[in-house]
């Protein structure tokens, strides 16, 4: 990770402004659908582009039941139907972008030049909704050898901070079956001592930040 001796100043102000709202990863709010969030900013006559979208399953739910929405997907897997197989290929502007459980498998350079492409293909009132496995529950990122950027909710928003965004909503992703979760919540005393979590994932929702 390079960063700029001026850069540091974003990436630490970026950290401060959201552990103003969350001291912890505790304090962050759980959902079970990560899905329900982008739903609800969805209206029709928009536009989503669904960044690595795979076989677009993540998509679908999001659109289930909605009307009206034009949906773009990209993936550089060459397996799945998409309507771009790079970023370099993209065109248009959109006024929601997913970037879901993707920014973990770059190395630093490419995820800041990733976000920055997003901040120009996003409408002046776009949303960014950006998921990413949860650090604080090791074993779950760890399973995965791809992964190789290590960010806790801190980081990720300092990472968008410095990319032009701000974060509006936060939330860690738990959807596992309510037997599960009950007993998950019975060693929560455990995991607090420890810093850890259950949760899968960090979402976040966010917007062009408004320069000074």
């Not at 505790?26 to 982008?38: L, S, Y």
């Not at 669904?50 to 739910?61: L, N, P, Q, T, V």
């Amino acid at each position: 990770m390079k960063l700029s001796p001026e850069s540091w100043s974003d990436w630490a102000a970026g950290k401060k402004a959201i552990r103003k709202r969350f001291r912890r990863v505790w304090d962050i709010p759980v959902i079970h659908k990560k899905q329900d969030p982008i739903r609800r900013g969805l209206q029709p006559g928009m536009s989503l582009l669904d960044i690595g979208a795979g076989d677009g399953e993540f998509g679908r739910k999001v659109l289930l039941g909605l009307d009206g929405i034009e949906y773009l997907t990209m993936d550089v897997d060459p397996n799945q139907p998409q309507n771009f197989r790079s970023m370099d290929e993209v065109t248009g502007r959109y006024d929601c972008i997913m970037l879901m459980e993707v920014i973990e498998h770059l190395e630093m350079p490419a995820a800041l030049d990733t976000l920055a492409r997003i901040e120009k293909l996003l409408k002046d009132d776009g949303v960014l909704a950006l998921s990413t496995p949860n650090i604080h529950n090791p074993a779950l990122f760890m399973s995965d050898p791809t992964h190789c950027l290590f960010l806790n909710y801190e980081s990720l928003g300092a990472l968008l901070y410095m990319s032009g965004f701000e974060i509006q909503e936060i939330y860690r992703t738990y959807s596992a079956s309510f037997l599960k979760r009950w007993s998950r919540w019975l060693a929560t005393p455990l995991f607090r001592l420890l810093n850890l979590d259950y949760s899968a994932s960090i979402l976040v929702l966010a917007r062009k930040r408004k320069q000074d």
